[in-house]
DNA sequence: CATGAATGAGCCTTCATTCAT
DNA sequence: AATGAATGAAGGCTCATTCAT
């Protein structure tokens, strides 16, 4: 939560010239995910955003250009927390619980819009914004891949690393579509629930 | 004109009329899937089928008509086909089998298109379309349910049975996003894999 | 006056297709000329027509493609109404008579809007609408050249033949200024009044 | 900041505004001219100048009076040049050359950018704009018209001087389209051959 | 004087839908 | 049933202009 751009770091001369940004994104994201981007209008947005529809455009080049970005913000904050908290898990277990954890907490945390765009309207990306974010997909996937290639060795999975770690992610992505997090389950035991699904015997909670 | 779906035995509403409702309904499934519902123009679509534009609508009430009939067409098959493959199962263990088998068969098969509309473009579905759907929808749910429930009775399962349903079902429909039918890893591999997430041990093929 | 397009030798199935294009060709030549391309708006364009704006992009692909029709239309006619009266020339005097009869009868009869528009809005002419059309305002030009050149040959013309081209060219062309068809001066006053420039001793009218 | 244009003699109304005034209206006439009033924004306009487009509106009420400024100086000035011009020529053809060359020196010399924006966008011009420059106008024509009535008073052409005044200009002022100032033909010779056009008998350099 | 974020009217264009043929 | 020209309501975006700093 602490570093969400670069823009944190300026020099103070302009101290809400970042803030309308900030507030667009999170407007974008709320709205991109409640209503889709294509039905979602730009004077919606400028709504929610409490500016004029015009306004827009001098902080984004195009809709399609704040689109891309929600989707590069959640996309790089998503690695670096993921790739934090598997620094700090030693066994393959606790990556795995990390992995689960970090999706979780995305998917429904405080940057749920913006997980929930990044997973729903990658279509609507443009050729050019997509190729530019595969890279950053990419290496999220490969933290994965490599804690399931730990974890197969170990011995504690017993499928294709590949097959289970698609599974597992689909298993835990897929909660954005009915777990509620103000419901009577917590989010621990929703991780530990999805953890219990690779281990080899589930004996967990 | 002899195979455009798997919908050749439907009842003969009208001699004629038929054909051209059942191109429309599928080159709106593949092209709602490859571009989105709203992505795609009814003009688009009308070249696909190969007529013009205006005549869609001497079938279907309204673009968003289409949209809904791809979904209920998809969503009552599907129900059908689990109904079906659930009766023929005897054990719980075939009964699971079976939900996921009917899901993936949908997922990859030749209905993948309609099914990936039905489960990407829900929020495109007008309020009304929504609640038509619903009761379809519940329907099929329970059915899950109900397989999970005998399991957990039968001791096969270990988790609390919503959760565990849930997540399964996440995790077979997110295939959509990474399996080839066409790679080295065949559908039923695919099913006796995702099995094996759920059962207690997993003594896989 | 016979040939202004392609559309005429069509079968008659919509008598009324071409037509539309029509209309929006000679208001868009209009408009175009009195309010310059960039300050008319299609919406006073298809005011003019007594269509909708939407309409006009059912004829044309885009405003811009509106200015290049009407360019190339009038570029093709006035390049084969020179031909034409340059055929029916047989002195070197007739000839040049024949372009300034031609330049005075685009620049001020029927054709005078989308003379004017095509002299001065060529700037407001994509790159590639320039290009396309470069190739008939060559071969325009090659006539008047190939005139002056023979002119010259005969001793009819003492000055550089390019030189008299074009300083004979933009005084013709010019009178879009200043002439006044329905004034006092005809337009063959004006033609014998422009061939009297070039020629060596002018005892003309 | 030396040479900013042939304007430094001018009344020093302001010691440092002026200057910035200075470099708005020569890129003003650069870019308007290259691209057209309609189609250049004051953003390019300022960032031709080194300033924000805000800060256009502390020196120049809107776009518009940027477009009338100028034009009124060139307006003024091609005439101040003219008017000394014809004051030096004693013979009615060393003013047909005055007019002739003064046209051709605006037209092609430091001045060709507001020349040809005087010329092209006249249209772009308010009513109001249009009314107040008038009155210049006139008396521009007015030494034109003034020369050819001397001319032909002594015999030195023999067409109505009012339409030999307009082709005279026309010629000249198109060769804005045509010559190229760094090419083979001085402006000299240009002078020269367009004063041949209009003297009875030709003795052309 | 300069800045640059914000305005808001207006632009060109798209597109689902209608309807006379 | 089919056509395709026409509709008209938005849509994304531009841009001259304003104004608090």
């Known amino acids: 939560m602490t570093a969400h751009g670069p823009q944190a770091s300026e020099q103070n001369k302009r101290p809400n010239t970042g803030a ?10 709320r709205l991109f995910r409640q209503r889709g981007f294509a039905r979602c209008t730009v ?3 400028a709504d929610a955003v409490g500016i004029q529809s015009g306004s827009l455009f001098h902080h984004f080049k ?5 689109l ?3 989707m590069e913000e959640v996309i790089v904050d998503i690695d670096a927390a993921l790739a934090e908290r598997l620094d700090e898990a030693t066994t393959a277990e606790a990556k795995i619980r990390a992995l689960i954890h970090t999706q979780l907490v995305f998917t429904h945390g405080p940057r749920a819009n913006a997980t929930a765009v990044l997973v729903h ?4 990306l443009s050729t050019e914004g997509q190729a530019a974010l595969l890279e950053r997909r990419r290496r999220y996937f490969d933290r994965w891949h490599a804690v399931f290639l730990l974890a197969r060795q170990d ?3 017993n499928l ?3 097959v289970l770690q698609q599974l597992l992610h689909g298993a835990v992505v897929w909660t954005a579509y009915w777990y509620d997090p103000d419901g009577p389950m917590t989010l621990d035991e929703l991780e530990s629930a999805a953890l ?3 281990l080899k015997s589930a004996p967990v909670s």
């Open 155 to 157: 011995g504690l999975v």
């Open 160 to 162: 294709d690393p590949t």
């Open 43 to 45: 004077r919606e947005l």
């Open 62 to 66: 195009s809709k399609d250009d704040i």
């Open 20 to 29: 309308a940004k900030r507030r667009i994104l999170d407007a974008a994201a």
């Open 121 to 124: 309207e990658w279509a609507a």
């Open 68 to 70: 891309f970005a929600v």
């Open 196 to 198: 219990s699904l690779v």
